[in-house]
């Protein structure tokens, strides 16, 4: 799917929505308001509609009316977090727009395109409700928001730690290449593949949870 990212991630767009940005998203003219908005949400959006039984080119059409209908409701959104975070309420617009997607296939009889996350034995409409947050759909979401965290965490290590190190870390961990197999490759003692390995591991891990405290 294209996007402009802008190049390499600033460590800003590394981290979960701040409450300044929804106060940005107000005003549908703060166009790197809304260019942050999609570089954080739109592969969120995609990922649980593609998961949900939808194509590619449909998935695209709900990352597109998600953000139309999200910019059309920002003005009256009001962020209470103790009654539903701007998460709960973006995951309540994107399964609106899912049940949409499908509702227009209703002409063709039934057919249903095959995907990678296809279901042959309940047609995927059933089993999004018309109304309130469908648990099975929040809990693609937060599969899909975790990985993001994870791949955000990695990011950041990335830009503080010596590239070749980066390296070790991506094939062992990342790719599950064995100890002495990366050490082959990349011409280096195996001892230093594993402490490499762990501790840029721990990194990541307190990464993810530095994240993880200021969601919305």
């Known amino acids: 799917m294209p996007v402009d990212a802008g190049g390499p991630f600033p460590e800003e767009r590394l981290l ?17 308001g809304w260019q942050e908005f999609f570089t954080t949400y739109w592969k969120f959006i995609y990922g649980v509609a593609i998961r949900s039984g939808l194509s590619d080119s449909e998935a695209e059409e709900v990352v597109q009316e998600t953000v139309v209908s999200v910019a059309r409701k920002m003005p009256d959104f009001v962020y209470d977090p103790a009654r539903c975070s701007f998460k709960g309420w973006l995951v309540h617009v994107t399964r609106l727009r899912i049940i949409d997607q499908f509702r227009r296939r209703q002409p063709t009889h039934g057919h249903t395109p095959e995907g990678p ?18 648990p099975p759909l929040e809990s693609l979401w937060e599969e899909e928001w975790e990985r993001n965290l994870i791949d955000a965490a990695m990011e950041r290590v990335k830009l503080r730690v010596k590239p070749a190190h980066y390296q070790i870390f991506h094939l062992s961990a990342v790719k599950g290449l064995g100890t002495l197999e990366v050490a082959r490759m990349l011409e280096v003692n195996p001892g ?18 530095r994240l993880r405290e200021k969601p919305l």
């Open 117 to 134: 996350y296809d279901s042959r034995a309940t047609p995927l409409i059933e089993r999004i409700p018309d109304s309130g947050v469908n």
């Open 192 to 209: 230093q593949v594993y402490l490499v390995r762990h501790r840029l591991a721990r990194e990541v891990k307190r990464e993810v949870e």
């Open 16 to 32: 979960p929505t701040r409450r300044s940005l929804l106060d940005r998203l107000r005003n549908w003219e703060d166009h790197a």
